[in-house]
């Protein structure tokens, strides 16, 4: 009995580039799908595609299933606009218990979600669809519900509660007169820094407010990351530009944050030109290194360089695959395409600056994911692990022989039974590999390396899914 990935469908096919695939079963297929999108378009597949292909998929998962998945989606990957989608698409298939509600009520972790899946699923809303809403509501303080009213969209707070009607009996005091402020149009938003500065008078006192929130410690780190740019933009004071490099240099504020290196990397981008920042941010991802899991024995990191992983998942692929090395002390890195290029570093090199210098050296040709295991074999060297950021389009076949046949090969003649992470930046749909240590991942989030730690442990992504058990909230009569 396979261990790891257990009745494994092998089926044969093509990929998107046309290259001999390996199909997935549905479950698989639609974790790929679901954990790799925020439903933009992507080099091989559209946004509408990417949704079609979700909508197929669900009909053919069970229930439980796409309701485990909607949850994990949520609060493991914060996602948002996919797990709407899912959750739309449980409706339309799944009656007769609670099973719609309570993914909605397990599921929407902010009041906004709320009004996106109203949005979507239209009127009439379902009767689960409504029972859900109208529990999730029962989640949501005075705060929250004015940080998200929604108003001057298509379906504002206010449009929820005239459809959903929730129940005053099982909510709070604080509800109760929230709710009620709500609907005469009196629930006005809380002081906080979002509404300091937006109603700053001017240019000038904005800058004032921007000053006093760093001085008074108001803004968490991760808020102070991403306004990195509206302090440049209005010209903050030296003084508080050093108060903010030294709260995003502060190992026990990285640590706090929990968050891994290439979470910075968009901060990174939007500061380029001012040296303390940028300095700054570079310290930091070099500390957020220790938020990453070190591995046990040989590690191969294989970042495919090719076209169609060009712009944005090579530079996810780089900055993913620099972490992992820094990280783990006896990982080596490789690019490919057609060829392969030995990505030699010091550990002691920037996180920032060794994923630029992937960047730089990617070949952009095509992609033959089979000279990850060649370049083991022409090394002599017996690998603890294979982790392959990719997107699975391989369509070249190194000395006639498919990626499979050359993962067989190497562990016949290395008389090994190496782990292999195909981690998939895009989530097309198919693999180029599978055995019973294969492990495939995807998406771009944290809790991919959590995930490793997982299979490393005998626990399987698709089994994960399965037995995910959460907390519901009481059912309101």
């Given amino acids: ?94 009656r007769g218990d609670s099973l719609v509600k309570d993914t909605i009520v397990s599921a929407c972790m902010r009041v906004d979600d709320l009004t996106e899946l109203v949005a979507l699923v239209g009127k009439p809303l379902p009767k689960q669809v409504k029972r859900g809403i109208r529990n999730a509501l029962l989640k949501f303080n005075r705060y929250q519900l004015a940080k998200y009213k929604a108003e001057g969209k298509g379906v504002s707070l206010v449009d929820v509660f005239n459809l959903v009607h929730p129940k005053a009996q099982f909510a709070t005091d604080e509800q109760k007169q929230a709710w009620k402020d709500l609907m005469e149009g009196n629930l006005a938003s809380f002081d906080t820094w979002e509404t300091e500065i937006s109603n700053a008078k001017d240019d000038e006192d904005r800058t004032q407010k921007w000053e006093k929130l760093i001085a008074d410690r108001k803004m968490g780190y991760m808020a102070i990351l991403r306004n990195l740019n509206n302090f440049i933009k209005y010209h903050l004071s030296d003084e508080s530009i050093d108060a903010v490099c030294k709260i995003l240099t502060d190992p026990q504020e990285v640590a706090k944050s929990k968050q891994l290196p290439f979470r910075f990397t968009t901060a990174y981008e939007n500061v380029i030109g001012n ?96 000279l990850v295991f060649q370049y083991a074999l022409q090394k002599g060297i017996k690998y603890d692990r294979f982790i392959i950021i990719s997107d699975n389009e391989s369509w070249s076949e190194g000395y006639g022989r498919s990626v499979q046949q050359v993962y067989e090969y190497y562990k016949n003649q290395t008389s090994t039974d190496p782990f292999v992470y195909a981690i998939d930046i895009q989530g097309y749909g198919t693999k180029d590999v599978t055995g019973s240590k294969v492990f495939h991942l995807t998406g771009w989030s944290n809790r991919l390396l959590d995930f490793v730690a997982h299979a490393e442990k005998g626990e399987s992504l698709v089994n994960y899914v399965r037995n995910y058990e959460t907390a519901h909230q009481p059912v309101q009569k």
């Fill in 275 to 370: 040296r303390k920042f940028s300095n700054a941010i570079s310290e930091a991802m070099d500390l957020a290194v220790a938020n990453t899991p070190e591995l046990p024995g040989r590690t191969l990191i294989g970042i495919d360089s090719s076209g169609s992983m060009g712009g944005d998942p090579i530079k996810k692929a780089s900055i993913f695959g620099a972490t992992l090395a820094k990280a783990n002390i006896n990982a080596d890195v490789i690019l490919y395409d057609t060829k392969v290029k030995e990505a030699a570093f010091s550990s002691r090199i920037p996180v920032v600056d060794f994923a630029a210098r992937i960047v730089a050296e990617a070949m952009g040709g095509g992609t033959e994911t089979s």
């Fill in 1 to 94: 009995m396979s261990k790891f990935n257990p009745n494994t469908a092998t089926t044969r096919t093509t990929n998107l580039a046309g290259g001999r695939a390996i199909s997935m079963r549905p479950e698989q297929e639609l974790i790929h799908a679901v954990l790799s999108t925020f439903l933009e378009d992507k080099y091989y597949e559209s946004g509408d595609a990417r949704i079609a292909r979700i909508s197929s998929l669900v009909v053919s998962c069970s229930p439980k299933f796409v309701s485990n998945l909607a949850i994990i989606a949520r609060k493991e990957f914060n996602l948002r606009s996919v797990v709407t989608l899912l959750i739309s698409e449980l409706s339309k298939i799944h």
